[in-house]
């Protein structure tokens, strides 16, 4: 039975649970901190992804008895329901994982038929021209020699970005957003300035969903003990306690939770401080 929201089918994220307690997304092994369920860090990464494009991302998650649900990963941290797994769906998960199909047998190879190559009339080169191909590869390129300068235009670009970082000129910085979005190289950069540029706006609440998905992008790339990993955790752990609204907070607190089971931070009291935060919410 499907859900009333719409969600495009781009992009989809897919998760894979197993019976050992591990988890895949898209293909990748996911890290299970100690005590936390694999469901719960897999999704973890949808919920980066839908923070990343501001909006939900369609999620395939396959159970651990091959059960398949699409889910809607929200960048709050909440999970809509789309599409349930019909019951033959699990019945035929079930029946392949009883009776396995046995490997097909190989064919022997076929022997290959020998075949002879018609003998070509050759000209031994003259040493004038033997001494001509010699040059050619001792011969270096000028072009291949040396790298190719980086295009005045970008270096000015990057120039006008980097100054108008050290001033505070937050408006020049948006502008010079644009060209760099188009280059997926630079797609760690941009996701902090835009981080940056929402606490500039006073939106708190998203940035912190913006430096939490930062973090986790960054534990999967860099690991979870680099320093800019735990630098995106701490700016998103420091701004979740400035958010005022406490519905924002209570749904902002559970991304940052399960992030902080990745990337603890070096301050165990700083965790106790938001379970307790967290703990109020859920209360109130």
Do not use: C
């Not at 960048?75 to 392949?96: F, I, M, N, V």
């Not at 004038?128 to 190719?148: C, G, H, I, M, N």
């Not at 760099?180 to 929402?198: G, S, T």
Request: net charge positive.
């Amino acid at each position: 039975m499907g859900n009333d929201l719409q969600v495009p089918g781009w992009p989809l994220v897919t998760i894979v649970l197993s019976a050992d307690g591990s988890a895949q997304v898209d293909g990748n092994p996911v890290a299970v901190p100690p005590g936390e369920e694999a469901r719960s860090a897999a999704f973890a990464h949808a919920v980066a992804t839908a923070a990343r494009i501001g909006r939900p991302v369609r999620v395939k998650l396959t159970d651990t008895d091959g059960a398949e649900w699409v889910l809607a990963a929200h960048p709050d941290g909440g999970e809509t329901t789309l599409e349930k797994p019909s019951s033959s769906r699990r019945r035929g998960a079930k029946q392949k994982q009883q009776t396995p199909k046995p490997p097909k047998q190989p064919k022997p190879p076929k022997e290959p038929r020998a075949k002879i190559a018609p003998k070509r009339q050759t000209t031994p080169p003259t040493p004038a021209q033997s001494s001509s191909r010699l040059e050619d590869l001792l011969t270096v390129v000028e072009s291949q020699a040396q790298p190719p300068a980086a295009p005045a235009a970008a270096l000015a670009s990057e120039n006008t970005l980097e100054a108008a970082i050290d001033a505070g000129d937050w408006t020049t910085v948006a502008a010079q957003l644009k060209p760099l979005k188009a280059d997926p190289r630079q797609a760690d950069r941009v996701a902090e300035l835009e981080a940056q540029l929402a606490a500039v706006r006073g939106d708190i609440a998203a940035s912190a969903v913006q430096y939490t998905a930062l973090a986790l992008a960054r534990s999967q790339t860099v690991g979870p003990d680099h320093p800019s990993t735990h630098h995106a955790a701490d700016r998103a752990n420091d701004l979740w306690h400035r958010i005022a609204d406490p519905q924002q907070a209570l749904q902002t607190g559970r991304a940052l939770l399960n992030l902080r089971q990745i990337v603890p931070p070096s301050d165990p009291t700083s965790l106790v401080q938001l379970r307790l935060r967290l703990a109020r919410l859920h209360v109130s």
